[in-house]
Antibody, heavy 122, light 107 residues
Framework: EVKLLESGGGLVQPGGSLNLSCAASGFDFSRYWMSWARQAPGKGQEWIGEINPGSSTINYTPSLKDKFIISRDNAKNTLYLQMSKVRSEDTALYYC???????????????WGQGTSVTVSS | DIQMTQSPASLSVSVGETVTITCRASENIYSNLAWYQQKQGKSPQLLVYAATNLADGVPSRFSGSGSGTQYSLKINSLQSEDFGSYYCQHFWGTPFTFGSGTKLEIK
C-alpha cells in the first residue's frame, strides 16, 4: 500500500524558515517523480513544485522559486521542502504527492499524503 | 504559465442528478489533464488522468472528456459520497496549475 506521511509543520514567525518532510512507503520511491502542493485555509490547491528521481531536475511555480527548496533522499525514502522567508500567505496545509507517469507520457498526482499544517504568525 | 479556468465555482444538486464541471486552459494542453475529488478535511483523490482515463477504483459514473483547451468532468446519477470539491490540473509544462475548484453541495 502506497503511503505518504508529511511532518514538520507548525507555527513559524514571518521571515522565518521551516523544513517539511514526507516519508514514503509501499512503492519504489527512487523511481518516481515527487511533488509538493499546498492549500490555504478555505482556498483551492496550489502546485509548489516537483523533483525527478535523481534530483537533477527540480521545477517550481515561479512565485515560490526563491523561497522554497525541494530535495529528496532516496536512501531514506523521504521528500523534503525547505521553506524560507515565509509570510502570512504561506499559511496552508502542505501536501506531498507521487507524480505518476502513465502510458504515452501523461502524468497525474496519484497518491497524496494527509498534509502537514503550517501557520505563519507572530 | 498556463491558466486553468474552472466552472462553476459551486453547484447545489440532488442525489441522482447528473452534473458537469468544466475546465478551460489558456492554451492547448493536448489532453494532459487530471481531475481530483477532495472531501472536507481529506486530501485530494485522483479521479481522471489524461483527460479521459479513470484512475483505479473510480466508479464508472465518473467520466472525463475534452481536448485542446476545453475539458469536462461528468458525474452521472450523483451519490451522497460524491459531494465535495473537485479540481482540474494540467500537466502540459510546469507549473502544473490547478483550476480554482468546484464545490458540489447537496440541495
Amino acid at each position: 500500500e502506497v503511503k505518504l506521511l508529511e511532518s514538520g509543520g507548525g507555527l513559524v514567525q514571518p521571515g522565518g524558515s521551516l523544513n517539511l518532510s514526507c516519508a514514503a512507503s509501499g512503492f519504489d520511491f527512487s523511481r518516481y517523480w515527487m511533488s509538493w502542493a499546498r492549500q490555504a485555509p478555505g482556498k483551492g490547491q496550489e502546485w509548489i513544485g516537483e523533483i525527478n528521481p535523481g534530483s537533477s531536475t527540480i521545477n517550481y511555480t515561479p512565485s515560490l522559486k526563491d523561497k522554497f527548496i525541494i530535495s529528496r533522499d532516496n536512501a531514506k525514502n523521504t521528500l523534503y521542502l525547505q521553506m524560507s522567508k515565509v509570510r502570512s500567505e504561506d499559511t496552508a496545509l502542505y501536501y506531498c504527492a507521487r507524480l505518476n507517469r502513465y502510458d504515452v507520457g501523461y502524468y497525474a498526482m496519484d497518491y497524496w499524503g494527509q498534509g502537514t499544517s503550517v501557520t505563519v504568525s507572530s | 504559465d498556463i491558466q486553468m479556468t474552472q466552472s462553476p465555482a459551486s453547484l447545489s444538486v440532488s442525489v441522482g442528478e447528473t452534473v458537469t464541471i468544466t475546465c478551460r486552459a489558456s492554451e492547448n494542453i493536448y489532453s494532459n489533464l487530471a481531475w481530483y475529488q477532495q472531501k472536507q478535511g481529506k486530501s485530494p483523490q485522483l479521479l481522471v488522468y489524461a483527460a479521459t482515463n479513470l484512475a483505479d477504483g473510480v466508479p464508472s459514473r465518473f467520466s472525463g472528456s475534452g481536448s485542446g483547451t476545453q475539458y469536462s468532468l461528468k458525474i452521472n446519477s450523483l451519490q451522497s459520497e460524491d459531494f465535495g470539491s473537485y479540481y482540474c490540473q494540467h500537466f502540459w509544462g510546469t507549473p502544473f496549475t490547478f483550476g480554482s475548484g468546484t464545490k458540489l453541495e447537496i440541495k
